[in-house]
């Protein structure tokens, strides 16, 4: 959001890359019809440490769903002449000041979505409850009730914020979170007729650009 209220779309780099991963045993397809929601758009904090603790620390609160909820989101900085940050390594979008002094090659926007299912429902009314996340979001072991393993999804997209390096400013995202904290909501809805989860081949998409008098 530039200083007088317009609103630009950050281009994007590379489109966006889905990754379908077999992680753990036993792995079944998704059901014809099934539909998940992964992230919260009502949510603007993050209070955990950056990076995360080794998972061999994670504690009973560490694995709790509302806590994989919020570690299932990255915002990496990226700047090719430095050591890279790791997936995932911050689950909050940093303020224009640091990625203007640090991100040379732009932020890469993560989301993993829960791998966990109750086995009978393709979708819910508000297409989590059927799912869950495994204690260590990519791997690890399900819980109760949602035994099911299927594909983990991984979706990663690079947005080019040094576009607007010096300009005043703040980056938000579409519905007005300038946190990018949790606002990451992606429905996965079922389209493997072409692509089946049988490797980790990613698909890509692309977007344009364009310029709003405010937002939505």
């Given at each position: 959001?530039?200083?007088d209220g317009k609103v630009e779309v950050v281009p994007q780099i590379g489109g966006m890359l889905a990754y379908y991963l077999l992680l753990g045993e036993d792995i079944k397809a998704f059901p014809k019809g099934f539909q998940m929601l992964a992230g919260d758009s009502r949510l603007r904090n993050f209070s955990g440490p950056v990076p995360d603790?080794?998972?061999s620390a994670w504690s009973l609160d560490?694995?709790?769903q509302e806590s994989l909820g919020q570690k299932s989101l990255g915002f990496n900085c990226l700047n090719y002449?430095?050591?890279?940050?790791?997936s995932r390594y911050r689950h909050f979008l940093p303020d224009k000041s640091f990625l203007d002094q640090n991100c040379a090659n732009g932020i890469r926007a993560e989301i993993f979505f829960p791998s966990c299912w109750n086995g009978k429902d393709a979708t819910s009314k508000d297409h989590k409850g059927h799912v869950a996340y495994p204690n260590l979001i990519d791997g690890g072991k399900c819980p109760?009730?949602?035994?099911?393993?299927?594909?983990?999804?991984?979706?990663?997209?690079?947005?080019?914020?040094?576009?607007?390096n010096g300009k005043a400013g703040q980056f938000v995202?579409?519905?007005?979170?300038?946190?990018g904290t949790f606002s990451a909501v992606?429905?996965?809805?079922?389209?493997l007729?072409?692509?089946q989860a049988t490797d980790t081949t990613p698909i890509s998409s692309t977007a344009g650009t364009s310029t709003f008098s405010n937002l939505p």
């Open positions: 959001m530039h200083e603790p080794p998972t560490d694995m709790s002449n430095r050591q890279p940050e790791g109760e009730g949602f035994e099911t393993r299927l594909p983990s999804l991984f979706y990663e997209t690079i947005w080019n914020t040094n576009a607007f995202f579409s519905n007005g979170d300038p946190t992606l429905l996965f809805s079922q389209i007729t072409c692509h």
